[in-house]
């Protein structure tokens, strides 16, 4: 069931109370305590809770045998330069990169650091990496973009809207892997029977006009893809399919967990889990250049009770019974 929310700010807190101001004096990590450097959008609840907590089991004690640093860009996609250099003058002893912007900021600011990116994209088609599984230079981590993930998030529609015959992807055209996974969609829709029209989000300030592209077509479904950007106005997307009752299906359960109808993507604490073990392994010595890439093995579908019953839907027992996590 649904963390209370009380909890769930707090959590989140755990990172961002310790954030420094954009250009505040930091002092330089002590010679015998390696830094970790966390550059990101946000904190939630599942990322810096769950890197402590796994790290820790690695023998990586939070305050005595390992630092944290944080740096949130809060939406300020101009801030990821700046708290990327600011990470790489301090000489941390690795980055962990949390979406595209962060990761293409700490491959600016750094050649030698070693950065553990969470990518959402394709890393190859995203042109991170040329050679997989092996990353290159200093950048490994994980990626949790699968081919054939948004297919079978409209099928889940589908499944819960039966009647879905017209639906709007929306999608970033800047994301080179974003443009494969809506083609492979886009496919995969006419064999459903479902006329899927993409709709382009290209930064935050067009959102607005996106709104108004998609209420033109009278769409029956809303399939938001997975990026950094529509990760960011996750609250704005999901209000918008709220007050047009919009059936909608997300890439992420940060989605769910801001109202919106059904998600289906990587488990987070798996994700987190997966980043520290990079982290732990590169703090002991290993080059990232040895490190392969991964994937996330958990995936998850998350399905808003309390918005199914505002869009009127009677959702089949089965959907419900594959549900990993319901909101009440």
Do not use: C
Not at 8 to 15: F, H, S, T
Not at 165 to 179: F, Q, Y
Not at 236 to 262: E, M, Y
């Amino acid at each position: 069931m649904r963390r209370p929310l009380a909890r769930r700010i707090a959590m989140a807190g755990l990172g961002a109370a310790i954030v420094a101001a954009p250009g505040a004096p930091v002092a330089q990590p002590d010679a015998h305590v390696p830094w970790i450097g966390y550059l990101a959008n946000e904190p939630t609840p599942d990322s810096i809770p769950v890197l402590r907590q796994t790290l820790r089991t690695h023998g990586w004690d939070e305050g005595r045998s390992v630092k944290l640093y944080y740096r949130y860009a809060q939406g300020k996609v101009d801030l990821y330069p700046q708290h990327a250099e600011e990470l790489a003058r301090l000489k941390v002893a690795v980055i962990v990169a949390v979406g595209a912007p962060a990761i293409e900021a700490a491959r600016a600011a750094t050649k030698t650091i070693p950065i553990v990116m969470v990518s959402l994209d394709d890393p190859v088609v995203a042109g991170l990496v040329t050679a997989p599984p092996r990353p290159d230079a200093n950048l490994t981590g994980l990626t949790t973009f699968a081919a054939g993930l948004s297919k079978r998030r409209l099928e889940l529609l589908k499944q819960a809207v039966p009647r879905l015959a017209r639906a709007t992807a929306l999608w970033n055209p800047a994301s080179a892997s974003v443009a494969n996974d809506l083609r492979e969609t886009q496919a995969a829709a006419r064999t459903l029977g479902v006329e899927l029209t993409p709709v382009e989000i290209r930064a935050d300030r067009d959102v607005r006009d996106t709104f108004t592209a998609v209420q033109a077509q009278q769409p029956q479904g809303l399939l938001v893809l997975a990026d950094s950007l529509t990760l960011a106005n996750r609250e704005r997307i999901v209000t918008f399919a709220s007050r047009n009752r919009l059936p909608a299906v997300f890439p992420l359960r940060d989605f769910a967990d801001a109202g919106g109808f059904l998600s289906y993507g990587p488990n987070w604490t798996d994700v987190y889990r997966i980043a520290a073990g990079f982290v732990d392994r590169i703090l002991r010595g290993a080059r990232p250049a040895d490190l392969p890439l991964a994937r996330p093995t958990r995936f998850e579908l998350v399905i808003n009770l309390r918005t199914a019953q505002k869009l009127d839907l009677r959702l089949p027992s089965s959907l419900l019974e594959r549900a990993d996590r319901l909101i009440e």
